[in-house]
């Protein structure tokens, strides 16, 4: 029995691994469990299309197990719930820079831009980016900017603006018309860390709260 279910661990993890490849190549909807089990022969594999549907039941399963390989969600849920204890500036550039950094790997970006691109003809796609993105970043920061404002550490507002702002600003970056926006005169080139503590301090300004 243990030995099956190894094989079916290697299994699986080899069809996320030929399906990312797939994904990035072909995009969404070009993709196919056919182009996936081809993918899987040139790396030495042996795999029918119909077989596929015994590890993954449809296409969108296959895609939100491939976002979740690819972005290592579980490493990045941990890693911004360990920097909670941090003040809000603080833990807002540690988040935006996992964020950003995960944004710069060539599959991320790659997977994150089929969903910008095909997500207005297959809103499944974004539900999926959404659900993934969610759950690794968005409720853990949502979390904090709520015990802050409990706290008294920050103004009462709805978080979920703030989260849109903030994770909306970053996720513009990807589109070009926006990254060549920021290199517009008199605006010199912004390092990625520069840009960070400029949104981060932009934000906070909103919610901080008035001496008296």
Request: aromatic share 8%; proline share 4%.
């Amino acid at each position: 029995m243990a030995r099956t279910d190894k094989n079916f661990g290697e299994r699986k993890a080899e069809i996320i691994h030929a399906a990312t490849q797939v994904f990035v190549k072909n995009g969404y909807e070009g993709t196919t469990n056919r182009l996936i089990a081809e993918e899987m022969k040139q790396k030495g594999g042996n795999f029918s299309p119909q077989l596929i549907y015994h590890y993954f039941e449809s296409k969108e399963a296959l895609f939100t197990a491939v976002m979740q390989q690819a972005a290592g969600l579980e490493d990045v849920g941990t890693h911004i719930r360990a920097s909670m204890h941090l003040p809000p500036e603080q833990f807002l550039q540690v988040v935006a820079s996992i964020y950003m950094n995960l944004m710069r790997d060539r599959v991320i970006a790659s997977l994150f831009q089929i969903n910008l691109i095909e997500g207005f003809k297959k809103p499944e796609i974004t539900q999926l980016v959404a659900h993934v993105i969610v759950s690794a970043f968005v409720i853990p920061t949502n979390e904090y900017l709520y015990a802050m404002i409990e706290q008294g550490k920050l103004r009462r507002c709805h978080t979920g603006v703030i989260l849109t702002q903030f994770f909306g600003t970053m996720t513009s970056l990807m589109i070009p018309i926006v990254r060549e926006s920021q290199r517009i005169a008199p605006n010199p080139p912004m390092h990625r860390n520069q840009f960070i503590k400029e949104m981060v301090s932009n934000l906070l300004f909103g919610l901080s709260i008035e001496k008296k």
